[in-house]
């Protein structure tokens, strides 16, 4: 279902505050001053009793520094937190976006930012983390290099899925058509092979921190037209420099070369 604005909905959870521990170390509840040992991980729920998710969805926590993000598969909660007597707590209200999508999805927004603010204890063991409400609901999670680790840059064959335009802010990712089919793979000797959509080329490639050094040999010039064409202008103009940023999260891999990139996903 394409998302609208629920107004309405999402002005009632955007009232709730969100309560979170931060975790330790061991299998002790997390203390005030530990957020370190939660601070830059994402974690992605395993199980949830005695609740279930809306098939397909699970929990996403990602702290960085003094903020908490969440989601259950359709809005995005942000808040400012702290740890205050082993329990980390909201620093004012939690923000939301303003997507609605179907009613068990909103539902779930709801019930995640309740379970939030009603200050869950919070257990962290290593890469495993507890959220354990006073009504008996029982959160599992795993960080996220674990739960789907980085897939590795060379021998992953990459499909081109979204075209980045604009840096920053202003930046927007837009989705490649259906019958328009672009690769990307890095052979283990640093040999790559591309597909633009319409034409297709090779070269080698020098991996560095964040940085692919290019020098390509050949690019066929096979005429193209409509999204075609649109695609292949686009990888075109991303990797037209010799040095392009890359990074690697999950199955994702992004390319950026100024306010122009590419978004690979690793095929299985």
């Known amino acids: ?63 960085d520094g003094d903020s908490l993000g969440a989601d259950a598969g359709c809005n995005s909660l942000l808040g400012q937190v702290r740890v205050d007597g082993g329990r980390l707590v909201t620093d004012g209200s939690i923000g939301m976006t303003e997507m609605g999508c179907d009613q068990p999805l909103m539902d779930q927004d709801a019930w995640l930012a309740e379970l939030l603010g009603s200050g869950p204890e919070l257990r962290l063991n290593g890469d495993d983390l507890t959220l354990r409400a006073a009504d008996g609901t029982v959160v599992e999670l795993v960080d996220r290099r674990v739960a789907d680790p980085d897939r590795p840059l060379a021998g992953t064959k990459w499909v081109l899925d979204g075209i980045i335009e604009g840096a920053g802010p202003d930046g927007a990712v837009s989705s490649v058509p259906q019958d328009v089919t672009a690769t990307l793979r890095i052979s283990a000797d640093g040999q790559l092979t591309l597909t633009t959509g319409c034409n297709t080329g090779s070269g080698s490639v020098d991996i560095g921190d964040g940085v692919l050094r290019l020098d390509w040999t050949y690019l066929t010039e096979m005429d193209c037209a409509g999204d075609r064409m649109r695609v292949e202008q686009a990888v075109q103009t991303a990797l037209s420099q010799d040095e392009i940023a890359y990074s690697i999260e999950a199955d994702r891999l992004t390319l950026t070369n100024g306010p122009h990139g590419l978004v690979y996903r690793a095929k299985s």
């Open 1 to 63: 279902m394409r998302p609208q604005a629920q107004g309405a909905a999402t002005a009632v959870l955007l009232a709730l505050t969100v309560g979170v521990l931060a975790g330790c170390g061991g299998e002790s509840s997390a203390g005030a001053g530990d957020e370190s040992s939660v601070d830059g991980r994402t974690f992605l729920s395993t199980s949830v009793t005695p609740r279930s998710l809306v098939a397909g969805t699970r929990i996403r926590l990602t702290f």
